[in-house]
């Protein structure tokens, strides 16, 4: 697909809640909106049951904030709607952020309490970037997580994301983006190809094979204009009758047929069979209709090559969010002094001060624990991987973090992450966190 810069950003300034811009302005008017702070994204605990989480939006996120600006249209909106004052107004129209931010790379495992983002600057730029980087990190690691869960149900057997019209058309972009750094080979999504140089897959759906007369003549007019390579449809009548015409249409060298509903497991079974039979041994089978992770799991024995998946996946397979939130821990005293803040509410609290986080390893490199010191780095006993890597320095978004680039950086972070933890990350069976979360106080 060609290259993500002719994509246009569009302004992500109002991005956000009213109650950001009313805290900006309270902050300038009691005069500690210029103190220094360090706000952080964690989650206090991962979906019921589930063993781990993938981090998944940090490059759209950092491509957001090198557009969130406020420009005359969002000012004169701004005013329009009497949401600020004018020195607010004034204070916006010179807006950049010019702080440093910090956070596990796209692709990385994450547990409770593991330091996701950390963003530090004055109050008031820090503030105010809240519910974009919370939409951004909750919906995109929520869907990284289900993809990663299925592809490893899934096993060396591809998956296709598919889930466009089930999603709004902007969260679909974003969804096959997640879905392809959580382990999927391919998505249906042409947008997405275009702006991250994701590959792009599809052949015709039942609509194709219903505008013909007759099944066979719909099948010969997609071989002859997509090539014997391609998938066919077999289910819209009958599903036996469906393989044979297919056989009849592309020969030995058809690429695939494609069942989309039914018992899929033994229908998979007897399908491989009669393929074989027809002497169609290397002709694939996928597999559709409303898979998630413990339907692919079902269809582990089955016959079946790969596994097209929509609905499930862009709504989290049942975790639609993953319930990250942005936390003030660390800010300056009147004597320019840092202390830590934490909020003590209960069912709500979190831990203060500025953190780092390493990955505990064993002597053959399995994870063993998320350790996280605050205030300063944990004790690495040898060969423990540090977690936390700097994105933004000084406002200036560093390289290699987004676009194409940064999802394949990210495809390859998830490949290393999965196989650095325990194996009990692979079951689908509900659990505990796969490792424990342990803090370290700073020294005295």
Not at 43 to 70: D, K, M
Not at 181 to 201: C, K, M, P, Q
């Amino acid at each position: 697909m060609s290259p993500h810069r002719t994509w246009q950003h569009p302004n992500s300034a109002l991005y956000t809640d009213h109650y950001e811009l009313t805290m900006l302005q309270a902050s300038l008017h009691s005069g500690a909106a210029h103190r220094k702070s360090v706000f952080e994204v964690f989650t206090r605990r991962l979906p019921e049951g589930r063993r781990y989480g993938i981090v998944a939006g940090t490059g759209r996120l950092l491509e957001g904030l090198r557009h969130f600006r406020f420009e005359q249209a969002q000012l004169d909106a701004l005013s329009a709607a009497g949401v600020v004052d004018d020195a607010t107004l004034g204070w916006l129209s010179d807006f950049r952020f010019t702080g440093n931010i910090w956070g596990y790379a796209e692709g990385e495992a994450y547990f409770p309490s593991s330091p996701i983002l950390i963003v530090e600057g004055s109050f008031a730029e820090a503030c105010i970037l809240e519910t974009y980087l919370l939409s951004v990190l909750n919906h995109d690691s929520a869907i990284a997580s289900a993809a990663s869960r299925m592809t490893g149900a899934a096993g060396t057997r591809p998956c296709i994301e598919m889930g466009s019209r089930r999603t709004q058309e902007e969260s679909a972009v974003a969804a096959a983006r997640a879905a392809i750094i959580g382990g999927f080979a391919s998505t249906s999504n042409l947008e997405a190809g275009r702006r991250y140089g994701i590959r792009t897959v599809g052949t015709a759906a039942h609509s194709f094979t219903l505008l013909h007369d007759s099944e066979p003549e719909a099948f010969a007019a997609q071989v002859a204009a997509l090539g014997k390579g391609t998938s066919l449809l077999v289910d819209t009548y009958d599903v036996e009758q469906g393989v044979r015409n297919a056989v009849a249409a592309g020969g030995p060298d058809l690429g695939a047929v494609r069942l989309d509903s039914g018992d899929l497991v033994e229908q998979a079974r007897w399908v491989r069979q009669l393929l074989d039979d027809l002497g169609n041994h290397q002709t694939r089978i996928v597999v559709t209709s409303d898979l998630d992770e413990y339907a692919i799991g079902l269809l582990a024995s089955a016959p079946v090559d790969s596994y097209g998946v929509g609905t499930s996946l862009v709504t989290g397979s049942g975790a639609p969010t993953a319930g990250m939130v942005y936390k003030l821990v660390s800010r300056t005293d009147d004597d320019g002094e840092f202390v830590s803040v934490a909020k003590a509410a209960k069912n709500k609290a979190s831990v203060g001060g500025r953190k780092y986080a390493l990955r505990r390893l064993n002597e053959s490199g399995t994870a063993v624990a998320e350790v996280i010191g605050i205030g300063s780095h944990p004790y690495d006993d040898g060969n423990d991987r540090p977690l936390l890597q700097q994105f933004v320095t000084d406002g200036e978004v560093l390289p290699g973090w987004t676009g194409p680039e940064g999802v394949q950086r990210a495809v390859e972070r998830h490949r290393e992450t999965m196989a650095e933890l325990p194996g009990s990350v692979m079951r689908l069976q509900r659990g505990e966190p796969a490792i424990p979360t342990e803090f370290e106080e700073e020294s005295e």
